[in-house]
């Protein structure tokens, strides 16, 4: 009971940032609190706003294709983003916004206290592994966060995988090396 109610008392931090963003709502997570995987992404899209929940768009709908590539569901994993208001415009965060929110996922991350993160494109891989060269250089690699002790493994954003769809087939790839890892452990 301890979890939840350090992830409500988290919650109410961030809503306190609601002014940096008006007009809209805060997008928490979504999944198993007690979960060894923790999937990290970049900020809610304009459906996740809506629902006020990660990843349940079009970019989620790929993720969900993701998992279950690896025999995963939203049930058995941890899912939350680096900003957890939708940047006006869709835009990326910036690394002002970024830089803000980290706090509170760093706590995130603590409260979970998962054995592996999932990092979802370049601004969960900035934020956790200060990674800001391009995603290809890290994507389908573990590498240690060395501010958290925790292995973290970087794969393209689904959002991308729409717009480049000869990047699926290197994801799926990229999720069976994943999931060789967790499943030895």
């Not at 991308?160 to 999931?179: E, G, N, P």
């Amino acid at each position: 009971m301890g979890k939840l109610k350090d992830l409500e008392k988290l919650k109410k931090s961030i809503l306190k940032a609601k002014n940096k963003f008006p007009g809209k709502n805060l997008v928490f997570a979504d999944g198993n609190c007690n979960s060894k995987i923790m999937i990290i992404g970049e900020a809610p899209g304009r459906t996740e706003d809506k629902l006020q929940l990660p990843f349940v768009g079009r970019a989620g709908k790929i993720l969900n294709e993701l998992l279950s590539y690896i025999k995963l569901d939203r049930s058995k994993v941890y899912i939350t983003n680096v900003v957890n208001f939708r940047p006006d415009e869709n835009r990326k965060p910036t690394e002002n916004e970024i830089y803000f929110f980290k706090k509170f996922l760093i706590k995130h991350i603590q409260i979970i206290n998962p054995k592996f993160l999932l990092l979802v494109g370049s601004t969960a891989a900035f934020a956790i592994l200060n990674h800001s060269a391009p995603l290809a250089d890290i994507r389908g690699k573990w590498i240690k966060s060395k501010e958290l002790n925790l292995d973290a493994f970087t794969i393209y954003h689904p959002a991308y995988l729409l717009r480049q769809s000869a990047q699926v087939a290197v994801t799926k790839k990229d999720m069976l090396k994943f999931k060789t890892k967790v499943t030895k452990s």
